[in-house]
């Protein structure tokens, strides 16, 4: 199996930009798909591939990859951003296994 | 719209049983993917397993901590996906999201992740 590490909390202030990122050796070979979650409520997808947003998700939300890291951008955060943040990918082993990230808490001061 | 509403969770002892349901519309049922994510209590996300749609083969995939105890099924009929498990430890106490699964290549790029979720079932295993 395989691992992959976030920052365990970050911190922005209101319409500044945080960027959030996520380790692991799968990432070289797979990409990333992001997860907010909000207290109470399960996930949604923000991001998937090399940067596709899905229907409903503002275009504040971005992502990137190089080599073993998977970042998402936020721009110009809002107070409703506030969430855990989770990335995942498939098992670096290659076989069909799926693995998350250890989560980000992004707090908007 | 889709829709994923997942039924069944409750307490249940170690050792036991319990079968969770997941009613899904707003979407060709039989052609989708599924999966089941579960989140302990104050936890991060855990990718519990998926089942291809019949025409893909209808195969399953397990994470290694459930694999030989619990079996994930589909009724495309019903449009409902199911988690039956078995030998419940204490440690499989979460929240069971049930989710649709993409899985698709495009110009040499292949892609997964967890599309629509439902609201979540709570399992609780206790003595």
């Known amino acids: 199996s395989s691992e992959l590490t976030q920052d365990p909390a970050v911190s922005v202030a209101l319409g500044q930009t945080v960027r959030i990122t996520c380790q692991g050796d799968?990432?070289?070979?797979?990409?990333a798909s992001w997860y907010q979650q909000k207290p109470g409520q399960a996930p949604v997808l923000v991001i998937y591939g090399k940067n596709n947003r899905p229907s409903g998700i503002p275009d504040r939300f971005s992502g990137s990859s190089s080599g073993n890291t998977a970042s998402l951008t936020i721009t110009g955060a809002q107070a409703e951003d506030e969430a855990d943040y989770y990335c995942?990918?498939?098992?670096?082993?290659?076989?069909?296994?799926?693995?998350f990230g250890t989560g980000t808490k992004v707090t908007v001061l | 719209e889709v829709q994923l509403v997942e039924s069944g969770g409750g307490l249940v002892k170690p050792g036991g049983s319990l079968r969770l349901s997941c009613a899904a519309s707003?979407?060709?049922?039989?052609?989708?993917?599924m999966s089941w994510v579960r989140q302990a209590p104050g936890k991060g996300l855990e990718w519990v397993g998926r089942i291809k749609s019949k025409t893909d083969g209808g195969t399953t995939d397990y994470a290694a901590p459930v694999k030989g105890r619990f079996t994930i099924s589909r009724d495309d009929s019903k449009n409902t996906l199911y988690l039956q498990m078995n030998s419940l430890k204490t440690e499989d106490t979460a929240v069971y999201y049930c989710t649709t699964f993409r899985a698709y290549c495009t110009n040499g790029v292949c892609l997964e992740y967890f599309q629509h979720w439902g609201q979540g079932t709570l399992v609780t295993v206790s003595s």
């Open positions: 995942n990918s498939r098992d670096s082993s290659g076989n069909p296994s799926y693995v």
């Open positions: 799968s990432l070289r070979s797979y990409y």
């Open positions: 707003g979407f060709t049922f039989s052609n989708a993917w």
